[in-house]
């Protein structure tokens, strides 16, 4: 598996092969406090790099997920939209949210790796 | 302008609160465990809330203030015994509502309980309406402590000794440290607990003392889900200056003996609507599944045809779903009524349902 990389929308995404791994951040988590609904793409839709690919709502407002990367969406996480708390324990391991089969891995170039994402999210927080 | 501050923000940081600026203040809008968390500990146990932003205006006078404040207020004062106190309304001449609050008959006089946002406008108001004869004060000299949930009468009582005997919606005068406070048992989380009304400068020490009681600092956040839950209104969201006490299905804050002959601002409009009743009318809503309808989600009927809209919509952390307040045209508004709320473009089935989501623990007779 490929190293983590990050967006700025603070999503994480991992690859193997041709299949990307996509959910939020732990950073992302705690700025939204308790996450209570997740809603996640519809298996076999087509998502493009930067659009909207899902919704979390926390006890105080929703947000939108981007994707960092197209594709066509493979599988999604049924356990976090029947239990959305699952998402504020695990955000990084067991809460991905989605699965998309990819189709150019240059996509992933620009964005950044753990150590640019810890910066990024300590600046931009503070 | 600059924020204001209450005196308890040391303490608030301390306890690692996320501030919020509301109505000017600098408050918290959660500690360190969190909405859901907090919400809960204030259900089982005994949450203390910061709510000194509110104003605490006090009117002084005889028979003749509470013959002004009939002409203002739809309340039965004549009848209304000291140290008991009324949830009411401030009106327009059409019934408008200026603000929401909470009047106490106190032995020289009134002390009203303001919103925050609205407290400077309200005192302006009232100044108007009632000349100089009586004198007003706006304390900005004394905090407000709320202290909810079943394990706040034994905890308030360990160091105010009487509060105990308070029944719902009744209030007095305590010394404790030398100091004189207001005690009521009231609230707004749809749990027995009491409001204190201390002078900023002992308000800190106050609150420590309770949370060595064990009591825990509870932020705006799980206020707004715990208020929520128990189906009460929150100004600017259910209330505003367009909606009348008989839309917002708040009939019974309205004293029956003034609904006769009136007299108060307000008064033909909301004995037309009684009558007639209310075109749009307030109403509790369940979406179905665990979709989140946020304020202003519009509300559909089955063809297509908006209803009404959500004035707020959370997670309730006791209830375990999603719930909602609205408003919806007055044949849509029988419990059980099958409505649709359209989220991200999408409508998703919902239900009218009886309020509050959670039943509440009042205290009514401890004597």
Known sequence: ?126 | MEIKKTSLNKLHQINHAKFVEFAGYEMPIQYSKGIIEEHKFTRSNSGIFDVSHMGQLFIYGDESLTEELEKIFPLDLKNLKQNCSKYSFLMNEDAGIYDDLIITKIEDGYLIILNAACKDKDFEILSNLLGSKFKMNLDNNRSLIAIQGPKSVEILNSIINGVDQLNFMTGNWFDSDNQKLFVTRSGYTGEDGFEISIPNDKAEKFVENLIEKGAQLIGLGARDTLRLEAGLCLYGHELDINKTPVEANLRWAISKSRLSNGGFIGSKKIMNQMQDGASQIRVGIKPEGRLIAREKTKIFNDTDKQIGEITSGTFGPSVNGPIAMGYVDKEFSKVDTKILLEVRGKKHPANICALPFYKKNYVKGVN
């Open chain 1, 1 to 126: 598996m490929s190293e983590v990389k990050f967006s700025k929308e603070h999503e994480w995404i991992t690859l193997e092969g041709d299949v990307a791994t996509i959910g939020i951040t732990k950073h992302a988590t705690e700025m939204l406090g308790d996450i209570v609904f997740a809603e996640l793409p519809e298996k076999g839709s087509n998502v493009e790099k930067d659009g909207t690919a899902g919704v979390v709502e926390s006890t105080k407002a929703a947000s939108d997920v981007y994707t960092p990367v197209s594709g066509e969406v493979v599988d999604t996480n049924q356990s976090i939209v029947d239990d959305p708390a699952k998402i504020n324990e695990d955000p990084e391991g067991g809460a991905w949210f989605f699965k998309l089969k990819i189709k150019d891995t240059s996509e992933l170039d620009n964005l950044m790796n753990k150590e640019e994402y810890d910066k990024f999210a300590k600046e931009t927080s503070s």
